[in-house]
């Protein structure tokens, strides 16, 4: 067993592309129109074309809101990650303007920091050993 996809939601497809591709530097592996308005928008590590899938889930759902409020009022990411180094990383994206909600953490073995993505989601990065 594999996992190929996991998903985000997002309150504004086009904006979350341009965050996660511009901004992360994620590309883009799927686009395709669903629907009036929505899109089967995947993304995906340039390291790892073929790796798992970000589905740029649109929120439209009624328990999202509920669900992602809780989340980020409690500071609880709601994905994590990997970066070969958090802080060089955290110093990149500070940068670009990105906003952080824990700046570099170091837990024992494992560093991490923690930003808002600028679509209603907080999201962890990590360095691990290997």
Same mark, same amino acid.
């Given at each position: 067993?594999?996992?190929?996809?996991?998903?985000?939601?997002?309150?504004?497809?086009? &904006? %979350?592309?341009? +965050?996660?591709?511009?901004? !992360?530097?994620?590309?883009? &592996? /799927?686009?395709? $129109?669903?629907?009036? &308005?929505?899109?089967?928008?995947?993304? *995906?590590?340039?390291?790892? $074309?073929?790796?798992?899938?970000?589905? #740029?889930?649109? %929120?439209? /759902? $009624?328990?999202? &809101?509920?669900?992602?409020?809780?989340?980020?009022?409690?500071?609880?990411?709601?994905?994590?990650?990997?970066? %070969?180094? *958090?802080?060089?990383?955290?110093?990149? #994206?500070?940068?670009?303007?990105? /906003? +952080?909600?824990?700046?570099? !953490?170091?837990?024992?073995?494992?560093?991490? %920091?923690? +930003?808002?993505?600028?679509?209603?989601? !907080?999201?962890?990065?990590?360095?691990?050993?290997?």
């Amino acid at each position: 067993m594999k996992i190929r996809l996991t998903s985000v939601f997002v309150d504004d497809q086009s &904006k %979350a592309l341009r +965050f996660y591709t511009e901004i !992360l530097g994620f590309v883009t &592996k /799927h686009d395709v $129109p669903v629907g009036e &308005k929505d899109r089967w928008l995947t993304v *995906v590590s340039p390291d790892e $074309p073929e790796g798992t899938e970000l589905l #740029l889930e649109p %929120a439209g /759902h $009624p328990a999202v &809101k509920t669900y992602r409020d809780a989340l980020v009022m409690d500071g609880v990411p709601l994905a994590q990650f990997a970066v %070969a180094d *958090v802080r060089a990383e955290y110093d990149r #994206l500070r940068g670009l303007g990105v /906003h +952080f909600t824990q700046e570099p !953490l170091e837990m024992g073995p494992v560093t991490t %920091a923690v +930003f808002d993505d600028t679509c209603g989601n !907080l999201i962890q990065i990590a360095t691990q050993p290997e």
